[in-house]
């Protein structure tokens, strides 16, 4: 145990700096937009928090749609400054006014206003944290993205503890502007680039280099972030079960009784701790606590039906989706940052684009419960629809599981090898390369990023067909770049090939 976790912990300072500034913000996320803790008592309960949910979300959907496709745009290099970051950072004040007043004396142009403001808050704070969640793949976001989510947890416990209803809603309007702080520190400190082993010259221009094949728009998108068309399906249907869920209130700590609220935020901050340990103590077989997860989730939304029956506790099968979810919510920051961080994309895109992916289903969701609560449904149909949501979650599971783009083989892969080659890195070598320096022989014979990432994998014996599903392409374009850098070499085979590489490496 002590000598798998000592890779990933030597440089604790850094990873306990990153978590609590993540926490912080999550800690605001959790509060002020994914529960009515810092609106009147009044309406804490009716449609203008779901209301005022589904405006922040969507905003915040859009802003990260927007800088991911446009990674070089005006809005995404101030959001990135230290400025743009300050100022996010005191933008949750008027944004939380805003939002209380509008509900508190029934103004609709007040609640919007602020909405837009959390929202914004919101979109850049993901954005933020996220890239210092994939400065090194999984290697870093399987430990500090849960151990942060565990603190933040256990912080709303506190708040909710020690505060009345009327000094919480400041005190958690207070939470992005430390959260933030601790961010233009860890910038100023460690001095991380934003996007880890991506190319930002290119980020404007990032594009699906395989345009032969006539693929379909999404597989085009897909292969722009480095994601399957099977794992984006996957994290909308989870987000839309998920909004389903919480729209109708049955896992929602701060819906429910106010003693059942620390259990469950409990459960999540303990779950996050056990998931971090696990990533620390088996990082080659961390995809398997998130198999197991899911199952989990699957398990809890299954129950839903014999809890509104009374046969199973409500308490009970909502701390199981709550178990599930913090388990899926790991994994997709998890599977985001790797892929960022092996398939050279640029962190913000890649993280911009796939949390929007899920927060655009959690808001449809929302949405989708909403609607149906407007219609007066007896038990029997109300249990049809919520036993629907859980084959619809069945389904993005089976996305996910049978994923042929590599996600699984990424995740063993990358925490395994990083762990076993962290001194090689520290020396300069690549991490993946057993001891070649890809990067050198690249630069010295010309080859693009694409082909830097194709011959980072045949270098190490892997197949054509292999690289095609890593790297989200097909295996004529694999064996298209397999030949330019052939020529770009002056070689004509693989064995010739892996002769350079001894003499480079």
Known sequence: MHFRARPILQSDKETLLASCGAALFWAWVDAALFSPAILPQAVASTYFFAGAFIISVSVCCATMGLLAFRPNCSLSRVAASTRGMAFCSLLSLPGAALVYCGGLFGVSAMTLLGSLCNGLVFAIGTLSWGSVYARKGAITASVEAPLSFALAAFLCIGLETLLNASALPFAVALLPAGSFAVRIHYRHTYEIPLAPDADTSQASS?????????????????????????????????????????????????????????????????????????????????????????????????????????????????????????????MCWTILCETSFYRKRLSTSVVGFGRMLVHSGVAAGVAFGLLVSLFPLDEVHLTAIITSVGYLLIVAVILLIGDSSGIWTLLR?????????????????????????????????GLSARETEVLELFGVGRSTSFIAQQLCISENTAKSHVR??????????????????????
């Open 206 to 330: 990032l594009k699906p280099e395989d345009t032969s094949d006539r693929r379909p728009r999404l597989m085009g998108v897909a292969s722009r972030f480095g994601l399957s068309s099977h794992t984006i399906i996957a994290f909308v249907v989870f987000g839309i079960a998920f909004g389903f869920m919480e729209a109708k209130g049955m896992f929602v700590a701060e819906t429910l009784h106010v003693d059942n609220s620390a259990p469950l935020l409990s459960v999540r901050g303990l779950v996050a701790l056990l998931l971090a340990a696990a990533s620390v103590a088996f990082p080659g077989n961390i995809h398997a606590v998130y198999r197991i997860g899911m199952a989990i989730m699957i398990a809890g939304f299954m129950a839903m039906p014999f809890t509104l029956a009374g046969t199973v506790p409500t308490l009970l099968s909502n701390a199981i989706v709550m178990i599930g979810y913090t388990a899926f919510d790991v």
């Open 413 to 445: 892969y990358g925490t395994a090898y990083d762990e076993k080659n962290q001194k090689e890195e520290s020396e300069g070598k690549s991490d993946r390369n057993g001891g070649i320096s890809f990067a050198k022989f690249a630069s010295f014979y």
């Open 484 to 505: 330019h850098i052939y020529s770009k070499c002056g070689i004509h085979n693989k064995q010739e090939l892996l002769d350079l590489l001894e003499e480079m490496g």
